[in-house]
């Protein structure tokens, strides 16, 4: 990346340029702490950011910038005015929060000499180290784990060490706790639980690390997410496996907690695409009820807690791991995400009770995606029914049932396989515009996971441990579903959904393997959860692999920013001294 002092000359110049590079403009008068610098530079989550006296365009948006300049006149060719005439064109522009730092550019010698005494009496790096922890998080994040972890992170960048790379020291320190767990005994379930808290102190400390530093990607996202759930499914493995050396079969109690969490998210993934999707959403009783409640203050940190986040949760699986046996885990853990996931739900109905307004199309598509449905699904769901969306989840809910009920049977078995499917198509043969629509998904989730879990545990109890493998194989490709979309990307291509079955297709397969018997049962699960693997993780390995544009996971305002209001970023240059950094005159311009 080169850089210079220019004129409005290179600076149309600059414009006309068809590069592909990231553009940077900085007004030479500018004055202030580095660490402003440093996000504005560096945190590429967002096409186009500024702060006060610097502009940075991405290649994305380098036609917009183009028309801006096209618009300035000469004398008005500086950063700040360039971004807001972009911002005038409807072109998004992110200003970056400055909290207490400084980021200025003043007119008059007294202004810069004001500025530079401000930012001189300003301790950066602790402004950096409090932006660095999220401003909202749980209870036991915040007084047990983040007092702590931000100077963990601030080590971490002092000797060039990369979010991604704790990332990866998180995950192995919970497969070592795993591993301690599969013993069963004692000292390994103590050292388990030792395991789960540090796996989370550095879970904590990756994105601590990404904000201190400015170091975002898309990968580490992904990585970010997808370890946080593979180190709970393998803790939940490790108990049954422990448990198991002990005599005490815990893997029913271990798929159903993997099954009853996934669910649960998908929950507050569905639900929080329809905000904004329509009228009514914040005047029902739900929100009422939270508004009173925000005014009692210790309710705030109570109604986080019971929610169960995953603060809370490895908490409280790495205290019962050391003291009880994993029965008793796995029993407090499914009562406590049951009681959090009836508690979000009901709120969340409540919410959108009121909701008039069809969702918007962009939600219909996002809710479908996350409905996973497949062949079978598409074919029936062209079929004209008297009635469409949630209205027929009831008998898919009632053949699920009956394929607990009458697992014994096989011709039941295959004929509430057959409701199932058929009532699967009917869901989804109108768009997913009503208010409650946003429950399909789970809906759906919670069915699928049930068919798979009743008719494994009533037909093959041995072959459970192979039902938690295909659980968690489907799991992560509705997590990763959820990513993407979060991201702002597009589903898995159908050919990967139709491939897999679709969910629909996915319980007739369980279903007529176990009205075939229990070896064929035992069999086909072990087959379809190794391939099922081999193509979701392939595929999605692939995706996240080739791109490198960060996604904007990270929405909630860190420490320094509050006082703002708005977010501010995170990514990779050696921490600031503290002291205010300065620049001539003019305007400095660099693409590279």
Wanted: net charge positive; with cysteine; proline share 6%.
């Amino acid at each position: 990346m080169s850089a210079e002092y220019v004129g409005a000359p290179e600076i149309r110049a600059l414009a006309a340029d068809t590069g592909g590079g990231t553009l940077v403009l900085a007004d030479g008068r500018a004055v202030g702490h580095r660490h402003p610098l440093r996000m504005v530079l560096r945190d590429s989550r967002f096409p186009v950011r500024r702060i006060p006296g610097v502009l940075v365009v991405e290649p994305s948006a380098r036609e917009a910038f183009r028309a801006a300049v096209a618009r300035t006149p000469d004398a008005q060719l500086a950063p700040d005015t360039l971004a807001d005439r972009m911002a005038e064109a409807g072109e998004p522009v992110r200003d970056l929060a400055l909290g207490d730092l400084v980021a200025e550019v003043p007119a008059t010698p007294a202004e810069r000499e004001d500025a530079l005494a401000r930012a001189a009496v300003v301790d950066e790096d602790a402004i950096r180290l409090r932006s660095a922890v999220k401003a909202r998080d749980g209870f036991f994040t915040t007084f047990f784990v983040s007092t702590w972890s931000r100077y963990v992170a601030r080590w971490c960048a002092g000797r060039g060490l990369t979010p991604n790379q704790v990332t990866v020291a998180s995950l192995l320190v919970a497969l070592a706790g795993a591993a301690g767990a599969a013993t069963g005994s004692r000292i390994g379930y103590v050292a388990a639980a030792l395991a789960l808290y540090f796996s989370f102190v550095l879970d904590c400390t990756d994105g601590q690390l990404a904000r201190y530093t400015v170091n975002y990607s898309r990968i580490g996202s992904w990585l970010d997410a997808t370890f946080d759930r593979v180190k709970e499914y393998a803790v939940y493995a490790g108990l049954a496996a422990g448990a198991g050396r002990n005599g005490d079969d815990v893997w029913l109690l271990a798929v159903s907690a993997m099954a009853l969490m996934t669910t649960r998210h998908i929950v507050d993934f569905a639900f929080n695409e329809t905000r904004g999707g329509g009228d009514g959403d914040e005047e029902g009783a739900g929100a009422k009820l939270s508004g009173r409640l925000n005014d009692v203050g210790w309710t705030v940190w109570a109604r986080r807690m019971i929610i169960l986040p995953i603060g809370e949760r490895w908490a409280l699986i790495a205290v019962l791991t050391a003291v009880t046996t994993p029965r008793i885990t796995f029993v407090v853990l499914l009562i406590g995400c049951a009681f959090a996931a009836c508690y979000t739900s009901a709120g969340r109905i409540l919410r959108s009770l009121p909701r008039r307004a069809p969702q918007e199309p962009a939600v219909r598509r996002v809710l479908f995606a996350l409905a996973d449905t497949g062949p079978l699904a598409a074919v029936l769901g062209k079929l004209r029914w008297p009635a469409g969306g949630i209205a027929y989840l009831v008998p898919l809910a009632a053949a699920v049932v009956a394929l607990g009920v009458f697992a014994d049977h096989p011709a039941a078995v295959l004929g509430a396989a057959a409701v199932y499917v058929v009532a699967a198509g009917a869901v989804v043969s109108r768009p997913l515009a009503g208010r409650l629509d946003w429950l399909v998904p789970p809906a759906f989730r919670a069915a699928e996971y049930s068919a798979v879990i009743a008719l494994t545990a009533r037909v093959a109890p041995d072959a459970l441990p192979g039902a938690f493998g295909l659980v968690a194989v489907i799991a992560y490709h509705h997590y990763d579903t959820v990513y993407r979309l979060r991201g702002g990307h597009s589903a898995p291509p159908r050919a990967l959904v139709w491939g897999i079955g679709g969910q629909e297709g996915r319980v007739l397969l369980i279903a007529a393997l176990a009205a075939a018997g229990a070896t064929p049962l035992r069999t086909g699960i072990a087959v379809f959860a190794v391939a099922a693997a081999l193509a979701v993780l392939a595929e999605s390995i692939a995706f996240w692999v080739r791109g490198a544009t960060p996604d904007l996971d990270d929405p909630v305002p860190p420490a320094a920013a509050r006082a703002s209001g708005s977010d501010s970023g995170r990514p990779g240059v050696s921490p600031g001294t503290g002291s205010p950094t300065t620049s001539g005159a003019g305007t400095r311009a660099s693409a590279g």
